[in-house]
Each structure stands twice: as C-alpha cells, then as structure tokens.
C-alpha cells in the first residue's frame, strides 16, 4: 500500500514535471526564463523545456487598448500603441488638444524586463512628457503646418530614451491637433481672406495677360495691315509701270509700221494730203483751239527768206570819227 502511493507521487510529480517543464513557444515571440530568481535565457519560438522547481518564466505587463495585461511571452513584432489627446500649450501660448501613436519594437526583451518596471507606462508617459516640450517650442502656425517636422523631433527624442530599455521607436504621429474654438473661427476667417486675396490676383494677372496679348495682336494686325498697304501701293505702281511701258511700245510699234507702210507703199502727194486733211478733221473736234495750215508755214518760210535778203542789201553803217 506504501510503495503505491510512492509510485502515484512519482507519477504525479513526473506528470507535474512535463506539463510545467515543456513550453512551447510560438512564432515572433519570445519567452524570458528566470532560474531560481535570476534571468537565465531568453527562450525563442519552438519548443523548450524548463526546469520544475528551477525554472520559471517572467511574464511582461503590455498595454492592449486602454487596460494593461501580463504575459509570459514577449512579442518582437513591431507594436502600436495609441494615446487619447493630451492639453499642450504652443510656444505663442495657445492651447490646444494633441493626440498621438507610436509604432515601437522590442529589440531586447531582457533589458525590457529589467530595466523598466512597467514598460508599457514608462512609454506612455515619456510620450506625453516629450510630446509637450516639443510642441511648446513650436508656434501655432508651425504645429498645423509642419507635422512632419514635429514626427521627427518627437521620434528622435524617444528612440533615444528608451534605447536602454531595449525598445526601438520606429515612428510617431499626430493623430489630431485641435485648437481653441476661437482660434479655428480665426484661422477660417484668415483663410477666407487669402483665397479672396489668390482670386484676385489671379483675376488681376488674367487681366494683364489678356492686355497684353491684345496689345500684341493690335500691333502684329497694324503691322501687317502696313505691309499689306505697302505690298499694294508696290503693285499698282509696277502695273502702272508695266502699262506705261506697254503704251509706249504700242505707240512705237504703230510708227514703225506706219513708217514701214508709208515707205514699202510708196505714198504719193495726194494720199499724204488726204492724209493729212483726215488729221485735221481728228484735231479739229473740240473748242478753243487754233491751227496753222500746212501751206502757211510755207508762206512764212518765204517771209524769213526775203527779211534775209532785205537784211544783205542794206548799205554798211558810217564808221564813227577818230
């Protein structure tokens, strides 16, 4: 009867022994395993086998949501952690209401659990803590419009002070950044007024624009409607030319052939008298002119001739005394 409830104890403690002796680890995660009180090893994912009595794992407080739980196994994936809106005064001392996430990472779950009490406290309240100072160094203007700048300054603050504890902040952003209600209504106003201010300056700049492509076209239309006046005036004038021209070829051409004509022909007295009275009859329409006949000019001819001979016969001058 004794020996078998030494074997029922043996079983027992051997059953005990197994469950509490193999841990099985999963994926990403790690297990940090105290040996009668001190830090022994870091367990990775598989399976481990522990120890009764002797060893034993430590187990981590993590935030989950608003609550904070504890776990035996660390997760080494990359965790984010979200905080609600905490009261921070600008640089200009405007209030306003700023909420924030980081993504951070444990590199190092010994020093995590070690280092710190409450990891997951310990960030958040270095978080807020940061997140004030950075924000009090910066105006409002600088704040809603440099998110960017104030990520960095705020990760780099805290990478670098949870470097010890074995965390590794990979990034931090503003969620929201709410003003004062007076300050938006302000802040609306002044956007109003630029946009008032952008559309008539673009409505200004169109308005010069389109002056100055007037201006041009007015210029351009002159210019060539000069050009085109010049063109024309070089046209009529070389037409003019060119029917000058034209004349007095026909002109020449009908003398010559009329010259021709009058010598192949060999135009006798009579016809160059007919001629000659048909001239007369062309000149004679009209009014107010005069006309010589052709057998005057021969009577004039004899005048000269006999003032000639007059002028011959008239005895020489006395020559005048010494």
């Not at 598989?46 to 904070?68: C, K, Q, V, W």
């Not at 160094?137 to 300054?153: A, F, I, M, P, Y």
């Not at 670098?160 to 302000?186: M, S």
């Not at 026909?250 to 009579?270: N, S």
Request: aromatic residues 4%.
């Amino acid at each position: 009867m004794g020996l078998t409830i030494v074997l029922l104890f043996l079983a027992a403690a051997v059953v005990f022994g197994i469950v509490t002796g193999v841990r099985i680890v999963p994926q990403a995660k790690v297990m940090v395993v105290e040996r009668l009180g001190k830090f022994h090893r870091v367990a990775s994912s598989g399976l481990n086998i522990l120890i009764p009595f002797m060893d034993s794992p430590r187990a981590m407080e993590m935030r989950a949501g608003n609550r904070f739980t504890r776990n035996t196994l660390v997760d080494l994936r990359e965790q984010v952690m979200g905080f609600e809106t905490v009261q921070v005064i600008t640089h200009d001392n405007v209030n306003m209401e700023v909420g924030s996430v980081i993504y951070y990472q444990i590199v190092d779950p010994g020093r995590a659990l070690y280092q710190v009490e409450n990891l997951a406290l310990a960030i958040e309240q270095l978080t807020m803590t940061n997140l004030r100072n950075v924000m009090g160094g910066l105006t409002l203007d600088q704040t809603l419009t440099s998110r960017e700048t104030v990520n960095t300054k705020l990760r780099m603050v805290l990478d670098e002070a949870t470097e010890k504890w074995g965390v590794k902040v990979t990034r931090v952003e503003l969620r929201e950044i709410e003003p004062p209600q007076a300050i938006k209504a302000a802040m609306a106003k002044q956007m109003t007024a630029e946009r008032e201010r952008r559309a008539e300056v673009t409505k200004a700049e169109g308005d010069k624009a389109a002056a100055i492509l007037q201006a041009e076209g007015e210029k351009i239309s002159r210019i060539l409607r000069a050009e085109a006046e010049r063109d024309a005036e070089i046209a009529r004038a070389e037409g003019h030319k060119r029917a000058v021209m034209l004349e007095a070829e026909g002109k020449a051409e009908a003398t010559r052939l009329t010259f021709e004509a009058i010598h192949t022909g060999r135009a006798t007295p009579e016809v160059l008298a007919l001629r000659y009275l048909e001239t007369l009859q062309e000149l004679g329409k009209g009014d107010n002119k005069m006309f010589v006949p052709y057998e005057a000019t021969t009577a004039l001819g004899s005048i000269a001739m006999l003032k000639e001979v007059f002028a011959n016969d008239a005895p020489a001058a006395p020559e005048a005394p010494r």
